[in-house]
């Protein structure tokens, strides 16, 4: 089989121990075949043809048969014309010849040129893309259906590119929250006093690394210049599209490839241009933390002050305020000022830390499990309700887990001294924390009382839920 002439592209065995590193070996035969696919030969018409559109050249031949077509292109590996549909006048048809025989496509322009997925500014580089696909895929078939079945990946890709940055591959570390059985609920008020007592003061995580798991963020790729994957090891041929990029780390693999890569994508902070906005899960991988630097700076700011400030959590800062911090935070990261010095109103860093949660994609409670809450706030059982509200937190994200406990901890901490639970905090707090799949004006009006409950009851019994 063709894979055989790889072998000598393979200087070295590749080794399994990480400290004994190898530069990655790209392997060329793909490469090779590229370089050797047939290029596209332009058959022009000798006439001028009335009936061609404007973004064809002079290989539209106009309505003109099959047979006289493949007539015109016989003899010549990668010749290609353009004729009109005798039976669809108006449709058109690329006629191209490769292995010996014509190939027809319904050629489509919409301002791109494209036959199947991907879209060309020219018909030539079309072709171009077509010769390359057809020849790799006609000869090395075989070779291509196996290649990911011995990935360098472990090896020598992705984890030794992120040698540097201390990162190991990574596995899922969240510490299983405990399992609880609900107390009966007259003796809830006893069982409030002891956690509150117990996190009087602000805990400090003890885990500074982040192991969470993280899918890559793929998107197709077009890449200038020979690219090899960064899973396979092999060429990424084409012209356009020849594979998919993450958009988070950067990791370069070929589209069926990126279907096996690992859930450990890192991402890289040049490439995570803001704080706000920008999704639980990849913000904390990014730098590295257990939570959103945001929510444990705002907390912490919020407890140095003291939460006894009147009206806080329901009073507003300034908005104009509250975007300075915002664009601290998505300037200077963890190193934004947010001291009494910078804002004095305390009120204007609790208002960017309800703008930091209502602005995330995804929720805290994300969308796939807003129902799941919803519905445990519909039961009419304390106990039951509170187990439902349990499985539902039990199934969030780890980096969603572990900023919702932190942030239950802080508002009860925050219930306490205020004296009496304060109602109108988990009216604000709902909709911040938690947002319907679909927003519907009706929906969210339903709903918002049963968010409003969720959130109080995270809140009562923040120390056996989490
Ligand atoms: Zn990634
Ligand atoms: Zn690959």
Known sequence: ?????????????????????????????LYQLQQESPRPKRITCPQEMESRPKYYGREFHGRVSREY???????????????????????HTLALRFGHQTLNYRLFYDGKHFVGEKRFESVHDLVTDALITLYIETKAAEYIARMTTNPIYEHLGYTSLLKDKTVHRLSRGRTEPRRVTFQRDDRRAAEIASPLVRRTVLKDAPEKQCSYEKIHNFKVHTFRGPHWCEYCANFMWGLIAQGVRCSDCGLNVHKQCSKLVPSDCQPDLRRIKKVFSCDLTTLVKAHNATRPMVVDMCIQEIELRGMKSEGLYRVSGFSEHIEDVRLAFDRDGDKADISASAYADINIIAGALKLYLRDLPIPVITFELYTKFIQAARIPNADTRLEAIHEGLLQLPPAHYE???????HLKRFCVLQGDHDAETWDRLGPTLMQPPEMNALTSLNDMRLQKLVVQLMIEHEDVLF
């Open 1 to 29: 089989m063709a894979a055989s002439s790889n072998s000598s592209l393979s200087g070295s065995s590749l080794s399994s121990d990480p400290e004994d590193y190898q530069p990655p070996i790209w392997k060329s035969y």
């Open 69 to 91: 077509a493949d007539e015109l292109l016989a003899g010549a590996e990668g010749a290609y014309l353009i004729r009109e549909s005798q039976r669809q006048p108006g449709t």
């Open 403 to 409: 900023t919702l406990r932190y942030l239950m901890a």
